[in-house]
């Protein structure tokens, strides 16, 4: 009940693309709703491609309905999809459905496949490499399966870049207390945003290769790229271009989710994982890990369908996709570039570019007498400040300190989701609280 200097809480700290005001895509959400109701076969406000990809999925289903449990690794038909849009998105680099297996998002996939990694004990506890910051979804499940969390500092100097010699030291610092198996990469970056060149990609798998790693590329910001000269190159494909030695040997799973990209269908919980270079009798405690789920959403695996399957150039349904589509990425990648401006206008605040992904990760430079007031309130020193923010703007954002950061630095993560005004309007109001919140404690 008391009163608050602002009128809404603007909750800018989650990637929901739809709680945020953007607009579904029509030809997705018709297909899941022919899925989920099939009377609507017979109407004639439905699109005849929408009509045909929700027959191919209902008969994929047991008793053609959504309803029913499907195998543990997914509808046959939409791993097919799925291994064919990765054929097409990486130039005809083979795919197999039955590397494919559908998740539960990509989180999903990604605590199952830390799960079948994880073993041993004392010094010979599997260490998982993440890159600092990270996305907490992956200290939360190392935490939670008792696996060595081993940090890599993303370069912020150098525009979030990774580089080979800090994987190396990360590497061998590690080695002194735990077994390190396991190397994450997040590509488009989460928070940072950074998009990786083809060049840091094949350092990185050698790097794999050369010491026997489990690559895990996360790469579920693949549609967002915005800044020019930047491109999405999977792991997958530098990994097959990179020659038989590599192909054959280096263990890769990659990752992929309706919940961004330009689809935002973060409720649906759909997302797929492809494995590769598995040995078969694991593949084998793989499929029953993931059938103790019994199945991912049924929904889910429908919607990620239209993801890898969407309208082809001659279909009715083609037009307003394409339209729907580029929208929202030009519109993101417009966000993307006033976000970047606007924070370096600000004085004591860094952005790096923001090349792909929908978040802003600046660096704030914080006067030492807000330091010591944070200690005072037993709080680090970015959270304070996001409190600070919250309380007088009504505008959340996370600390740094949530997804972890060099040390002696500070920074927020904030989306680029809200409505182009709204996000004006955003910015001016984080600029005015940073100025006024300097002059307080300067």
């Keep these: 009940g008391i009163k608050k200097p602002f009128t809404e809480v603007i909750k800018a700290n989650i990637g929901d693309a739809h709680a945020m005001g953007q ?3 029509t030809f997705l959400r018709q297909v899941v709703a022919l899925c989920t109701y099939p009377n609507l076969l017979d109407s004639p406000s439905f699109p005849e491609d929408a009509k045909k990809r929700a027959r191919r999925i209902l008969q994929g289903c047991g008793g053609n309905s959504l309803g029913s449990y499907t195998a543990s690794q997914g509808i046959n038909c939409i791993r097919e999809d799925v291994a064919s849009y990765i054929e097409r998105r ?3 680099v083979p795919a197999d459905p039955d590397n494919i297996y559908l998740t539960t998002g990509a989180s999903d996939g990604i605590s199952a496949i830390l799960k079948i990694l994880i073993s041993g004990g004392g010094k010979s506890r599997t260490g998982v490499m993440i890159p600092i910051p990270q996305y907490p979804l992956y200290s939360a499940a190392i935490s939670e399966l008792d696996a060595i969390q081993v940090n890599y500092y993303l370069d912020e100097e150098n525009c979030w870049a990774l580089n080979v010699n800090e994987l190396r030291r990360a590497l061998n610092e590690a080695k002194a207390y735990c077994n390190p198996k396991v190397l994450c990469i997040i590509n488009p970056g989460n928070p940072t945003g950074q998009v990786q060149n083809r060049k840091c990609i094949e350092d990185v ?14 790469e579920v910001y693949q549609d ?14 530098i990994l097959y271009e990179m020659g038989p030695e590599y192909y054959n040997n280096v263990e890769l799973a990659s990752f992929h989710s309706t919940s961004k990209g330009y689809m935002g269908e973060c409720g649906y919980r759909g997302g797929y994982m492809e494995v590769i270079n598995l040995h078969p009798e694991i593949k084998g405690q793989l499929v029953k890990l993931l059938s103790v789920r019994l199945c991912p959403p049924v929904s889910g695996q429908a919607a990620m369908d239209i993801v890898v399957n969407p309208p082809v150039p001659g279909e009715e349904s083609y037009a307003q996709f394409i339209k729907e589509k580029e929208s929202v990425l030009n519109n993101l990648a ?26 802003a990760f ?9 330091i ?9 020193p970015d959270m304070f400040y996001c409190m600070k923010l919250l309380e007088e703007t009504g505008i959340c954002v996370v600390p ?14 904030m989306t680029i989701l809200p409505p182009v005004e709204k996000l004006k309007i955003l910015l001016e109001k984080v600029k005015d609280f940073h100025i006024k919140f300097l002059e307080k404690y300067a």
């Design 205 to 218: 798998i050698h790097f794999a290769w050369e010491e026997k790693l489990f690559l895990l590329a996360d």
């Design 362 to 370: 600046p660096r704030i430079f914080l006067p030492s007498k807000a």
């Design 400 to 413: 740094g300190s949530g997804f972890g950061q060099r040390e002696g630095t500070y920074h927020f993560r």
């Design 224 to 237: 967002n790229v915005y800044s020019e000269g930047c491109q999405f190159h999977s792991f997958k494909k």
């Design 334 to 359: 417009k966000k993307a570039k006033l976000t970047e401006d606007m924070f370096n206008k600000i004085p004591g605040v860094h952005c790096n570019p923001l090349q792909g992904a929908m978040y």
């Design 372 to 380: 010591e007031e944070a200690k005072a309130h037993k709080m680090a």
């Design 90 to 92: 990486d130039g005809g």
């Design 23 to 25: 607009r579904p895509i």
